[in-house]
């Protein structure tokens, strides 16, 4: 006697209970705070604002707490709550001319307007681990500077100048939206970079390297990164006029590519442009690398067939939320598809097998 | 109820979908895309599913969930609580009882009426995908209704195995015209897509919606000397003994032995509750469902 079995409903209300507690850890050691996150793991809580596309340092500290640390899965729970609000309006495009730099770094001249500005970066630091941390997190004052009062002009203007680098023509007044419009292909390069800046972290980067060991090869200087905050203003129609609604930390990146030309042209260097929430380079720069490697049609280059290259399968596949998804669904049942299978399997080896004794019949 | 709107999607949302899924009942088996929204749940669950539930469900409407063919299946319950807690509406498990019907992987085995719509969820809605990977390509495909690619498969399939080797997700032709992937539902269940309700299918993470109305003509592809034959393990029921009924097969015991049971649990208690007992059943009590 068999008797169906049942229980998905209890099941899932276990499960969630022991996740909670699973969660929290330990109870005897202090509960963190969404604060101690937003100000100690700031850099996490970029990287959830910048794929999970919403500017709210306390929302994604919470999704972190929330997630365990699994930053997919706080990326995730950011969607999911963006797509739930309201849509008043668009802002001004922000002045990155204007920024207040945090970090300023161009690696094709030694000095310009605004200075060279390192900033609070890993870069030179040694990675030895820190056993010191480890008891006491303590950190004496670091130096300070008078703020820097002169404008930070673009490297890139330089070049400009002097016609050196091709001209971007303007694009549509209002862009296409990636969240409110499917993406069809091909996509305007508004699109590209919107699907690029909330992209994976990983499969942006991994894209971005398989172009500098070869795949579509085209060398990239880092004219300019710069990190720092920005105004952000809007129109109001009430006003008739724009104003500040608030500031948020961008990570800026614009690469000086290889040059083209002809006969009639005279060459001009090409370019490729990231820009990310929160200070997130790792991730500006790749998506520049990137945003140049797919460039390839309308700069009249040729298709290499590398991946990097390849539109579809970039702006398909970088987006972790709907990887990870796709990805983890195959654990869900699949009973009623592997039945068809196995009967299908069964009855293809009945027939190969009847076959093979009959030819050694013969 | 809850801060959300009803059915979680904002009433724009609804109207985008809406128009979508109009667009499709206009086109039968044409993809139709559109701007899919994160769900609260993960995409590959049947987001695109709940999204078109959550655009045709009105308050007076019962809901019924299943995933392959079960309503207490973690997914199904999971979804149908989604629904519960976000529009308030009623739940069944019963099939004749439902307006509004979500399914995973299969259609239910007591026929549809024709105030009836059934929700597929579809994780790759493009039939040719596992031919030509390009989207850009496919669509041209469609357009040009440049469907010899898939017939080769097919014809492979045969010369390879004697057989058509595809044995869920089955292509369909419909209305003549468009080449459609009925979701990974078992080819026992294609002849059922011509049917009295309305059927409506959902890609969230692709962000198309299609759609079948009422008694179109729905045709499984084949060869005129190897034809379409929908299949099922070659068993009855052991709870309800029905022999007409798509069955799942279990493993109960250390030495592998099998029983098989119905996938669609409604259809099986029912039957049960009817006096119909299989060969390893008990008869029908509330508690033991």
Redesign the interface.
Known sequence: ????V????R??DNAHAWLAEERRGDTSIPELSIEQIREQMALAVNRVMAEGSLYDPDLAALAIKQARGDLIEAI?LI??Y???L?RFGGSEPISTEDMACDRRVSATFKDAPGGQVLGPTFDYTHRLLDFKLAADGEVGDAPKAEPNEVRTPHIMSFLDKEDLIQGEPSGQEIPDDL????????ASRALRLQSLTRGDEGFVLGMAYSTQRGYARNHAFVAELRIGAVAVEMEIPELGFAIEIGEITVTECETVNQFQGSKTQPPQFTRGYGLVFGMTERKAISMALVDRALRWKELGEDNLGAPAQDE?FVL?HCDN??A??????IK??????F??????IR??RR??QSNISQEAAE | MSD?NFA?L?EQTKRMIRRAILKGLAIPGYQV????????M????G?GGVQVSAAVLTPDDTFKVI???AD???????IRRFFQKTAGVAVTEATGEANVIQT???IPEAELRADQILVYQV?IPEPLRFLEP???ETRKMHALEEYGLMHVKLYEDISQ???I?T???YPVKVEGRYVMDPS?????DNPKLKMAGIQLFGAG?E?RIYAIPPYTEVVSLDFEDYPFQP???DHAC??CGAEDS?????I?DDAGNR?F?C?D?DY?ATRRKEGHVGA???PYTED??
């Open positions: 006697m068999y008797v169906a049942k229980g998905g409903e099941a899932i995730f969607r999911a963006r797509t739930t309201p969240t409110r419009t499917p993406l069809e292909l091909p579809e398909y939320i709907q990870t998804g796709f990805l983890e669904h869900l049942p699949h009973y009623v598809d039945q068809s299978e196995l009967e299908l009855k293809l027939e190969a | 959300y979680y904002d895309p559109f701007a899919s929204r994160e769900m609260p993960p995409y590959g669950w987001t995933d392959q063919g207490d299946t973690t997914n199904a319950v999971s995973r992987h299969r994780p390009s989207e850009v195995h004697g057989d080797a044995a869920y997700a990974p539902i078992p080819k026992f993470r962000q299949t099922k393990a052991d709870l798509y069955l799942d097969e279990l109960i029983m049971m996938s649990t099986c390893q059943g008990v033991a469902a």
